[in-house]
């Protein structure tokens, strides 16, 4: 019919438009630029039991329900832990089966259904949570195509026909030849197509969710299909006399699905951002001089040493060498010193270097006292900065590269 196709193509343009966003766009998972980005996306495949329920066979709760193999496979997209929407398909058949003085009926049906199942979850906002165990809920709209067939005759063709002590034969009981007629054993093969077509239906979703990793999981659910149709089962027209109710099916499967948005055990720790305590981190003072790792322009600082509120070591008379490492603390102004900030004479040569122009924050890479920053002391800076645990900032490797191509 016309609105089937409608809701067919309805069903795999929407589907395809979530599916699709996700993949292409690459959703970030969280607000930091530095996380990854991933698809909200789930995929999941499994199987189960088919049950019927209709005009046929099972009216009683004690009774047991015939049921057969199902398979399902969907896609879901996620739009956060609470909600998703699922693109599914289930195939499998089902069948039904009736003996009473009244009537003898049976069939089994082919089916295969497509369709939309919006998903609600109980677990925590949280993303970097992951419980055991979450229940969840469901429901949607879809579109299911079935092939009805019968057992009516036996591997000869010859029809059965049931008389009241339950047995069969190959004349009805009322027949005037019926004390000659042949015994017949049914061959339980539904040969006798009856009936076919496509019926929408609303999917009613609930089960739990099982974790087994950030990104894999088992779902348990159990999932009623209301059918708007009563003639799935509509088999033997002649002997049918049900109330010709909806004809419904309920699917229970397990389903292993692999989430490929959720982050690993190891990228939780990475980009768990939440639990970070800030306010520590602004206060932290590696070397203890009293300025904040976050203001300090020299790390590092020797324990004791008295420093400037750049927290760089104080140089009262200018030299370029701390007072700490500074033997003659009071040069004379602009005097060229040594090593040591001992000032040297008129007469000192010219081609060594005797005035400390590195910038104070980068002195402490001038680890042979020369004044000269080397290519060497630059490795050995980039070496404690990949070991150490904030003692060397990278904007300190940028200065020391620049300074090192512009000192003369």
């Not at 004349?171 to 076919?196: E, F, I, M």
């Not at 104070?360 to 042979?368: A, I, P």
């Not at 290519?375 to 904007?395: C, L, N, P, Y």
């Amino acid at each position: 019919m016309k609105y089937q196709t409608v809701l067919r193509t309805l069903i795999i343009v929407i589907a395809a438009l979530f599916i699709g966003q996700s993949v292409v766009a690459q959703e970030e998972v969280y607000k930091d630029t530095t996380a990854p980005k991933r698809p909200k996306i789930v995929i999941g495949v499994g199987a189960g039991m088919l049950n019927y329920y209709g005009d046929i066979g099972y009216s009683k709760m004690n009774e047991p329900m015939p049921f057969k193999m199902g398979y399902t496979v969907d896609v879901q997209k996620n739009f956060s832990k609470k909600f998703g929407i699922d693109f599914f398909f289930v195939g499998g058949s089902i069948f039904g089966e009736e003996h009473t003085l009244a009537r003898n009926l049976n069939f089994k049906s082919q089916i295969f259904s497509e369709g939309l199942l919006f998903r609600y979850n109980f677990g925590p906002k949280d993303p970097y949570k992951y419980p055991p165990v979450t229940p969840f809920i469901g429901v949607g709209v879809g579109l299911l195509s079935y092939v009805t067939k019968t057992d009516m005759v036996d591997e000869n063709g010859i029809a059965y026909n049931y008389w009241t002590d339950g047995s069969i034969h190959s004349l009805p009981q009322s027949d005037p030849n019926a004390d000659a007629s042949a015994k017949l054993h049914r061959d339980y093969v539904y040969d006798s197509l009856v009936g076919s077509g496509n019926t929408l239906f609303i999917p009613i979703n609930i089960g739990l969710k099982f974790q087994v990793s950030p990104k894999l999981f088992l779902r348990w659910q159990e999932t009623f299909n209301m059918t708007l149709t009563n003639k799935i089962d509509y088999v033997q027209y002649n002997q049918f006399v049900g109330n010709h109710a909806y004809d419904n099916i309920l699917f229970t499967s397990f389903t292993l699905n692999y989430d490929l948005g959720a982050l690993s055990k190891a990228e939780h720790y990475k980009y768990d951002y939440s639990k970070v305590d800030y306010e520590a981190l602004g206060k932290e003072d590696s070397d203890m001089d009293g300025v904040p790792d976050m203001d300090d322009k020299c790390p590092g600082t020797p324990m004791g040493v008295a420093v400037d509120k750049n927290g760089c070591p104080l140089d009262s008379d200018g030299d370029g060498i701390p007072d700490y490492l500074d033997k003659e603390p009071n040069s004379p102004k602009d005097a060229r010193v040594d090593a040591d900030g001992v000032a040297l004479g008129a007469d000192y040569g010219t081609d060594i270097p005797t005035t400390n122009n590195i910038p104070t924050d980068l002195r402490m890479f001038d680890t042979n006292d020369n004044f000269t920053i080397e290519s060497s002391e630059i490795s050995e800076a980039i070496d404690k900065f990949f070991e150490s645990s904030g003692a060397v900032k990278v904007e300190q490797i940028y200065k020391l590269i620049d300074y090192f191509f512009d000192q003369k």
